[in-house]
């Protein structure tokens, strides 16, 4: 996992101004925010240029946002949308994929015009929502910044559930490796046994499990921007359903790590046959590890104020959690009212003090 540092202190105490002008000095060549939505991002970017006309930076919207015409960035984003939903890559499937042998690259009708695309030019200082934290960083993207700021709390970005019915696990196209983890699974959950426990009794550890997941993704059907919508909606529904059955086993090989006997993971309902899945994302866009070249990581600050370091250690390796103790200075009123009414705190509209 990436290192860290975090600062947790009370909110109003202007913490992501102070960062906002560290990072509008200059100093660092390039560097990522994440806010929690796309507003606080457009807001945050407007006092960075305010602070420093000079730097150059931008707000990265997903494929659905609306742009300045008021239309989705991407003339395909219903089709992106479903793409993602289940689970595939979007960039490859629909935007730009690289040729084989011979071949020339598959290219979207709409690339070289398309907004969402034109949005990944490089800039010093680069804006996204927390949505981005958990997903590969693309082609389009530059390398990992020097430096990244993480505002606010995140962690739901990176956390999931989902169902699936139990019949998923017995699904026709699971390959032998796959179906021996699958049906151990399903034997326990309809059993009510410990899971890990079980699996761990028939030997089926973590190579098993990864071994699982690969012959999965080796039978995804083939996506591609050179097919028709109607193609690539044809591959969708079994997509998605690999997809499911591989964050499962994601899930499950991460609890194999532990020595907790039954699966947090993994929650069977007998009154609808269905299995609920929670998953956690690896944050993994940090990370610059090139087949040659420098490899680094990010330098990470969290600026949270209500930041749990138990919490932040599933996504970060914490090598600093401060938390400074701050003096409040303010003056509070509370007011109370039998009639539960806004006009009774404003004399202006209601005459009656007796009763505020």
Do not use: W
Not at 112 to 141: N, W
């Amino acid at each position: 996992m990436v290192e860290a540092t975090v600062v947790r202190a009370p909110a109003g105490l202007g913490k992501t101004s102070l960062v906002l002008e560290a990072v509008a000095s200059g100093d660092v060549d390039t560097v990522e925010v994440y806010a929690p939505t796309h507003a606080l991002c457009e807001e945050q970017a407007d006092k960075l240029r305010e602070a420093n006309p000079d730097i150059t930076c931008k707000v990265i919207g997903g494929r659905g946002h609306l742009g300045t015409d008021g239309q989705p960035l991407c003339r395909k984003d219903d089709l992106a949308s479903e793409v993602a939903a289940a689970g595939g890559d979007v960039s490859s499937a629909l935007c730009h994929a690289r040729g084989g042998k011979g071949e020339s690259d598959r290219r979207c009708p709409h690339y070289d015009s398309c907004a969402y695309i034109a949005q990944f030019k490089p800039t010093q200082v680069t804006f996204y929502p927390h949505a981005y934290l958990g997903l590969e960083r693309m082609r389009l993207e530059a390398d990992p910044p020097r430096f990244a700021v993480i505002d606010e709390s995140f962690f739901l970005a990176g956390v999931g559930k989902y169902s699936i019915p139990r019949s998923l696990l017995r699904a026709e196209f699971v390959g032998h490796c796959a179906r021996t983890v699958l049906d151990a699974i399903d034997v326990a959950l309809l059993n009510g046994l410990p899971l890990l426990q079980r699996l761990r009794s028939r030997e089926i550890l973590h190579a098993e499990i990864e071994s699982a997941v690969k012959e999965l993704r080796g039978g995804r059907p083939p996506i591609s921007p050179d097919m028709t919508e109607a193609q690539q909606h044809a591959g969708l529904a079994l997509l998605r359903q690999q997809t499911e059955l591989i964050n499962l086993l994601t899930a499950v090989r991460a609890e194999l790590f532990t020595r907790r006997a039954a699966s947090h993971a993994l929650r069977y309902c007998g009154a609808t046959d269905t299995v609920v899945v929670h998953t956690k994302a690896r944050i993994r866009r940090f990370s610059h590890r090139p087949p040659q070249g420098q490899r680094y990581d990010s330098k990470v600050l969290i600026i949270d104020a209500s930041a749990d370091k138990a919490i932040v250690r599933q996504f970060f390796e914490v090598t600093a959690f401060c938390d400074p103790q701050v003096m409040r200075q303010a003056e509070v009123i509370q007011c109370g009212s039998t009639r539960c009414s806004t006009t009774s705190i404003t004399p202006e509209r209601n005459g009656d003090l007796t009763r505020t």
